[in-house]
């Protein structure tokens, strides 16, 4: 098993030196060689198994190069319980005769990345010292505000790593920005962009594309690499949850092994509805996959006509986290569909870069037509469905989550189609508590009231608890203030690993 770029113009890597670099140097994204195969007969063998052993089972598909004993321990670390507030790690709840939820915020920072980021820098340190480097590796995150606290706390002193996350100034919530501006480690480093995610992840694409500066860096005993999900090391464990509950299914009588099932995954950058589409390939019984995604509703349209096309303006939305015009992680899908052909990727990804806008060919759009739907939910719709879904059943959502139950809403609808269908919950209710609790309890409820006070209101009227991570946020010292110009971000890079 080696991993190529989907650009075709970078050597094919072992599995560790993908998670070491992150990002092909040739500008494309690393994928495995082939789609390991996951039998009937072994989705039977993994039904009793816990999540780790899951986790541990399909890891050892992909990290060919890593020993089962390092696999085992990077995910007994990862996934500890003094780490997840659950012991299933990633639990399921029934909604109703066809609907479930997949909770996968019980992490630390209380959102689904820490499904990735509090394995991937056990993942990262073991592929550094496989591949024999010496020198310090430089985790570069541009984040729309869940990715940067999830890998500021799954890289804190972590030995020979230092993490620099760089967040639009105007585009994260205040819970989100205090997570990260109060992190504490001697070897990370936050920063404010002034623009958008767009603006802050072109800006980190571009540092990590300049040969000159990397050379320059490595002069200094430096290597960048990414914590975004352009790394492979962060997508390989999100394919795991959605085994994780197709099994829970089977396992709680909900549906007979080998029966298929809908997944709708509320999508940004395309990793994590990326991941249930490897885990469909490997075998796993999927009847669709749902994209769901709020007014910056580029995948939307891309779905239905097969043109991407970024050229529209930015809207901030109650879901920030999937506030997103360029959609990095579709790279490895069109690469996949269009038969691993790196020349037709190229094409794309420059008329993306230079006109903004790109087509792809019948072949490719049919096998997007086969697997994927898509509708997205605006602002009103979704505090709507927070609303409705607590009335009804008595379970808070946050916004993002309510993305996709309310583009589930309308896939139901349009389709008629029933089949037993699966909801990724993204982040926990109380980490986007001002939109939740305005939605639950009214404007005038929440009129005048801080996102703390709201916490507080959140958590007496829902009888839920607080995660810990978000509980006291307030009374946290404030460690960084910078902000940067978006033309400036190198140089802040430089400035920092300087001192
Ligand atoms: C990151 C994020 C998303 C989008 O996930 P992608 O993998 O970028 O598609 C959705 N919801 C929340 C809460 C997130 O943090």
Redesign the pocket.
């Known amino acids: 098993m080696f991993y190529e770029s989907t650009r075709g113009e970078f050597r094919k890597v072992s599995s560790a030196e993908a998670i070491k670099l992150g990002i092909a140097p040739d500008g494309g994204l690393f994928v495995p060689s082939e789609i390991k195969q996951i039998s009937v007969s072994k989705l039977a063998e993994m039904t009793g198994y816990s999540y780790q052993d899951k986790a541990a089972f399909i890891l050892k598909e992909y990290l060919s190069d890593f020993t089962e004993e390092e696999i085992k321990e990077c995910v007994s670390k990862g996934y500890g319980h003094d780490r997840f507030d659950v012991p299933e790690i990633a639990p399921l709840r029934q909604i109703d005769n066809t609907l479930h939820i997949l909770e996968l ?1 019980h992490g630390p920072t209380s ?3 820490d499904m990735a980021l509090q394995l991937l820098p056990h993942l990262m340190t073991r592929a550094a010292a496989k591949t024999g480097g010496k020198s310090t590796i430089v985790i570069l995150v541009a984040t ?4 940067g606290k999830a890998a500021l706390e799954g890289f804190r002193d972590v030995p020979g790593t230092k993490i620099i996350v760089f967040y639009p100034q105007e585009g994260v919530s205040q819970m989100q920005r205090l997570q990260m501006v109060t992190q504490e480690g001697a070897n990370v480093a936050v920063v404010a962009v002034q623009g958008n995610f767009d603006d802050a992840q072109t800006g980190v694409k571009s540092i990590f594309g300049d040969k000159q500066f990397n050379l320059e860096l490595s002069r200094q005993n430096y290597s960048l690499s990414s914590a975004n ?1 352009i790394n492979w090391g962060r997508l390989v464990p ?1 394919i795991v949850y959605y085994f994780s509950a197709y099994l829970d299914l089977v396992a709680g009588g909900n549906i007979k092994q080998g029966e298929k099932i809908n997944f709708v ?10 991941a249930a589409y490897y885990a469909m390939q490997m075998g796993l019984p999927v009847n669709r996959l749902v994209c769901a995604a709020n007014a910056n509703n580029v995948l939307t349209d891309f779905i239905h006509t097969g043109i991407y096309d970024r050229g529209r303006s930015f809207k901030r939305t109650l ?1 920030p ?2 506030d ?1 015009l360029i ?1 990095s ?1 579709l790279e490895r899908l069109l690469y996949h569909l269009c038969g691993r052909d790196p020349v037709r990727v190229r094409g794309w990804m420059s008329d993306l870069n230079q006109k903004g806008v790109y087509h792809i060919d019948g072949g490719t759009r049919d096998g997007i037509d086969r697997i994927f739907w898509s509708a997205y939910s605006d602002d009103q719709e979704t505090l709507e469905t927070i609303r409705s879904y607590y009335r009804r059943f008595g379970y808070l959502v ?1 916004t ?2 309510a993305v996709g139950l309310s583009v589930y809403q309308k896939y139901a609808a349009a389709t008629g189609d029933a089949t037993r269908t699966v909801v990724a919950s ?2 926990s209710p109380f ?1 986007f508590n001002d939109s939740v609790a305005r939605a639950i309890l009214g404007e005038e409820a929440v009129r005048g009231k801080d996102e703390f006070k709201l916490l507080q209101v959140l958590g007496e009227t829902s009888g839920v608890a607080i995660p810990v991570g978000l509980r006291g946020l307030d009374q946290k010292p404030v460690l960084f203030r910078e902000t940067t110009a978006k033309e400036q971000m190198k140089a802040v890079v430089q400035k920092i690993l300087s001192v």
């Open positions: 915020w959102a689904f990345k729309s505000g869940d990715t999900s999100q995954v509320p999508t940004g950058n395309f990793g994590n509805i990326l879901s986290s999937m997103i959609s992680n946050d993002h989550t993204t982040a980490k």
